[in-house]
């Protein structure tokens, strides 16, 4: 057999994703013809080679059976995406547009949801069209209109606002492709026929990519065999003579005839002629007609033995192709393993396998798939650490089968990798949860930490708590002193419309029209019927207008009979009648005058009559309505002789009669001045004697 040549460069490789055109440095070979045939030439059917991946573009658009891009109809692709469109409710019709909200990230990712009309609301609520189950989305987020313009998004009010491509809008029209972002939901706004339009677009330029491969790679093809044909091995068993004796015998008769000159060469005998006798010599006899037939038989079989005795070794037997093509695979194989290539091993070792059975005696396949698990593991793992889910991440970890020393070495970076990716997920949480400055939030975050990082948070945290705590206190503060100013200035207004109300009947009590001042009160009431308060406030001067009258009244003939200390009693009470009333006017004045005077005279007798309790009330009332009063100091100052030898009277009794002296401690502590000396003493004896 003549020796092998190596592999081709372009048997069993997979293309780049980027597409480049195969090699033509790089001769061709015989083994390239079999080891990666075109579809429709020598060596394979029309289905093309058992494992289109392991000759053609493992990276490109999917093939079909026939070697050829498989181009959707909008038909297909319409029924395609039906199929695969699972609604929340699966018995809701397709009788909407053909427009549907794709869940790209969230608590609801994967989801999606088709128009069943021309408006869908999506929010939180029940109620809704879309129903999330984000907590973040408010319960009526947005709606979805669709019109001849196209599809209008308007923002129901929501708290966290709608963003469109990362832009903040209130209201919007959508095109295919627009993402939405709601909450911590982010969604795609799907176009179902503008999306068709993309496929086919997509399919039709992977079409014409593979269309112009397919004439590069025959134009290679062809230029390489013309080549070959240029080159004859002198090894080609279709060139051995004994191979071809068979098909070429009277080529080979002449070559002996070459080799052989003066060999006497027989030919066939001519059957003898019906005419008679040979001309000439009168015939032949039996005996020389046998010798010739004889020699002639001889002549025949050394001839025969000349031409179909082999002068060489017999030629090799016919090389199986699926041998060496399974051999070749398993060479990738091992290529594969070694590149730590485990997914292409395992192919390469399967297709091996269909051509030759049992022909991975070591166990490549096995050993391969195993290391391809462990690696799909780690993967996984990877993947859920990248969606922050470190706890299902850690258990698929640990569930992923072991390996060689080399996966454990990456098992061990990988447990590692998780932790640090989970304790600073942890941490951005923490730091992000201070922005909400809701304890509630941020505690069960900070005592989830590792015990050596949570020192600095929960210091900021008792920091924050206590911030919060100032700011509620001067929320309470502003807000209590906010309402005492509105209600003073609610009471302020209150008490002008009050006066507003009873102007009139103001007017006629310091007019000294009592009477008509009681006939106006019954005429604000009729305005304001339904006002409590002044229906009260009329009831109330109906009562003491008249009360006043008979007070003021009585003062003044007391006065007029210089009675100016009987006259002292009906001026007091038509005083505080007055302030009951709480009309201003120079009436008010007046009363205060005579008051102060029958006061001092009140106050006087009361000092001749040794009742010094009621001389002290007296006296001091009048110097409160007239502060310029003389009289009234001058028997304030002599009360106050009279208590300090009351009071020594008392001091000495104190012994002696502790009841007498009490009663005069009394009496002392009644009408002496608040701050003295004197009552101070009068109530710590006093307390001394009745404890």
């Known amino acids: 057999m003549p020796p092998r040549p190596p592999p081709s460069s372009r048997a069993g490789a997979g293309r780049s994703s980027g597409r480049s055109k195969p090699a033509r440095d790089t001769p061709s070979s015989e083994d390239e013809d079999f080891s990666a045939p075109v579809t429709g030439e020598e060596g394979y059917p029309e289905d093309g080679p ?11 658009s999917p093939r079909s059976r026939t070697d050829e891009t498989r181009v959707a109809s909008v038909r297909e692709v319409e029924e395609e995406r039906s199929r695969e469109d699972e609604d929340d409710n699966p018995d809701a019709t397709r009788a909407g547009p053909p427009v549907q909200m794709l869940v790209l990230a969230g608590p609801d990712r994967g989801r999606k949801k088709r128009f069943q009309s021309v408006r869908m609301v999506v929010g939180r609520g029940k109620d809704c069209d879309f129903v999330l189950e984000d907590q973040s989305v408010s319960r009526r987020h947005l709606e979805l209109v669709y019109g001849e313009g196209g599809v209008v998004m308007r923002d129901l009010g929501s708290v966290s606002g709608t963003q469109v491509n990362d832009q903040r809008v209130d209201e919007c029209v959508l095109k295919h492709g627009d993402e939405l972002a709601i909450g911590k939901t982010r969604l795609r706004f799907v176009d179902e026929a503008e999306q068709i339009k993309e496929l086919r677009a997509q399919a039709e330029a992977r079409e014409a990519d593979e269309k112009r491969e397919r004439e590069e790679v025959a134009e290679e093809r062809k230029s390489s065999a013309s080549a070959r044909r240029g080159e004859l091995d002198p090894s080609d068993p279709r060139l051995n003579e004994a191979t071809n004796a068979n098909y070429k015998l ?24 019906r005419s008679g006798p040979a001309r000439g010599s009168g015939g032949l006899n039996g005996k020389q007609k046998l010798l010739i037939g004889v020699a002639g038989f001889v002549v025949v079989l050394l001839v025969a033995g000349l ?43 399967e297709e091996a396998e269909k051509l030759l059975p049992g022909v991975d005696e070591e166990g490549l396949g096995r050993a391969a798939r195993k290391q391809q698990e462990v690696l799909e593991a780690f993967q996984a793992v990877r993947a859920l650490m990248d969606e922050k889910q470190f706890e299902e991440a850690r258990a698929r970890l640990s569930s992923a089968p072991e390996g060689t020393a080399k996966t454990d070495d990456i098992r061990r970076k990988l447990e590692a990798e998780l932790e640090e990716k989970e304790l600073a ?20 975050l900070v005592d989830a930490l590792p015990p050596l990082n949570r020192p600095p948070y929960e210091e ?13 206190a001067d929320a309470a503060r502003r807000g209590r002193n906010a309402r005492e100013r509105a209600a003073e200035l609610a009471k302020q207004k209150r008490k002008e419309f009050m006066e507003e109300a009873f102007v009139d009947v103001e007017r006629r009590f310091n007019g000294g029209e009592y009477q008509r001042a009681v006939l106006e009160c019954d005429r604000v009431v009729d305005r304001n019927k339904g006002d409590k308060e002044v229906r009260d406030r009329a009831n109330s001067l109906k009562r003491l207008i008249p009360q006043f009258q008979r007070s003021l009244e009585d003062g003044q003939k007391k006065l007029e009979s210089n009675a100016l200390e009987a006259a002292a009693k009906p001026l007091r009470r038509a005083a505080e009648l007055y302030r009951q ?9 007046t009363i205060d005058e005579q008051l102060a005077s029958s006061s001092v005279a009140a106050g006087q007798a009361a000092l001749k009559r040794g009742d010094l309790a009621a001389a002290g009330s007296n006296f001091r009332e009048a110097l409160r309505l007239n502060p310029g009063d003389g009289r009234a100091r001058d028997g304030l100052d002599t009360l106050q002789k009279k208590v300090e030898e009351l009071y020594l009277q008392a001091y000495i009794q104190r012994d002696r009669d502790p009841q007498a002296a009490a009663e005069k401690f009394k009496v002392i502590i009644e009408t002496a001045s608040e701050g003295s000396e004197v009552k101070r003493k009068a109530e710590m004896y006093l307390g001394e004697l009745q404890p």
């Open 425 to 444: 997920w942890k941490i951005q949480q923490v730091e992000e949860s201070f922005a909400s400055r809701d304890p509630e939030v941020v505690r069960p």
């Open 307 to 349: 031409i179909f005795v082999p002068k060489g070794p017999p030629p090799p037997p016919p090389v199986d192709p699926n041998v060496e093509r399974a051999k070749l695979l398993m060479q990738k194989a091992r290529e594969s393993v070694r590149a730590d290539d485990y997914a292409n091993a395992v192919r390469f070792v």
């Open 460 to 472: 900021k945290l008792a920091d924050l708590e206590a911030e919060l705590a100032r700011e509620a």
């Open 581 to 589: 009333i709480g009309f201003r006017g120079s009436l008010g004045n």
């Open 250 to 273: 009277s080529d080979v008769l002449k070559k002996e005839e070459g080799k052989n000159k003066g060999t006497v060469v027989v030919s066939r005998p001519r059957p003898p002629t």
């Open 50 to 60: 058992p494992n289109p991946e392991l000759y053609g573009d493992m990276a490109g």
